[in-house]
């Protein structure tokens, strides 16, 4: 079998969590090609759905940005970037999201507005966008993020877009349409969150992962699945296929 990198591992681990007939709010990057590499293999009906307003997407190549002509041919709708967001994701319409941020804590709350206070920041970030209507308005949020501890906190310097708040009563609170996190996806691991407590909690270990380095990575003790498996390794096909997807690693780096 070839050998992966950390970023196609991700990648891979993520197109599997997609489902044929879904939609899939799609930006740039790693959950573009998450969301293509899906729709190559197990998903051929995934209704991709871009930030810009092109709805339907089956692009001929792997886009450059949102903005890219190659999404329009073959959509089957483009609007207005308001359009899309006033009627697909405030409407409901939306059933997979991908974020992604700075800091991410247990609860799934993800930074990308500064490091540090607001007044005085450390480094100053991009902000929302429109990441804080996505995590509150999608059926299924999934983030996609190397396993490092400046990215993992205990508590994030700012909550730009909303996880489970401080457990599921905080996520009740803000009545909100979307169900919230559902899956963090890293290169040591796949977290879910607890029904219960909605809290993240270690699902599958990827292969040669032990317990104490996502540990080690994690400033909080971690919660660990009684069902605890091991990520099936990437097969031949999805690996031919995400690099047939990024030939000049633009993504893929």
Not at 33 to 43: D, H, I, R, T, V
Not at 205 to 220: A, C, D, I, M, S
Request: aromatic residues 6%; glycine residues 10%; contains cysteine.
């Amino acid at each position: 079998m070839s050998e992966v990198s950390r970023s196609e591992l991700m990648v891979i681990v993520a197109a599997r969590e997609l489902k044929d007939r879904e939609s899939v709010l799609v930006g740039v990057g790693i959950p573009n090609l998450a969301a293509n590499l899906a729709k190559k293999l197990q998903a051929p009906d995934l209704l991709l759905v871009y930030e810009s307003g092109a709805v339907g997407s089956n692009p001929s190549r792997m886009p450059l940005s949102i903005g890219d002509p190659c999404l329009v041919s073959g959509a089957k709708s483009v609007c207005s970037m308001y359009e899309q967001f006033a009627y697909y994701l405030q409407g409901g319409r939306i059933d997979v999201g991908f974020l992604g941020g700075a800091q991410i804590d247990k609860y799934g709350n993800i930074n990308s507005t500064v490091i540090g206070t607001y007044k005085t920041p450390k480094v100053r970030l991009p902000g929302s966008g429109g990441a804080c209507d996505i995590a509150s308005n999608v059926k299924k949020i999934i983030v996609i993020t190397p396993h490092e501890k400046r990215r993992f906190v205990e508590k994030v310097d700012f909550l730009t877009s909303p996880g489970f708040v401080d457990g599921k009563e905080g996520w009740k609170k803000l009545k909100l349409q979307g169900d919230g996190p559902y899956a963090v996806i890293t290169d040591l691991c796949t977290f879910k969150f607890d029904d219960a407590t909605g809290e993240m909690t270690v699902v599958a270990l990827h292969e040669g992962v032990t317990l104490e380095q996502v540990q080690e990575n994690t400033p909080w003790n971690v919660k660990v699945a009684e069902r605890l498996v091991t990520t099936p390794p990437p097969t031949e096909k999805e690996i031919a296929t995400l690099r047939s997807l990024d030939p000049e690693k633009m993504y893929l780096r």
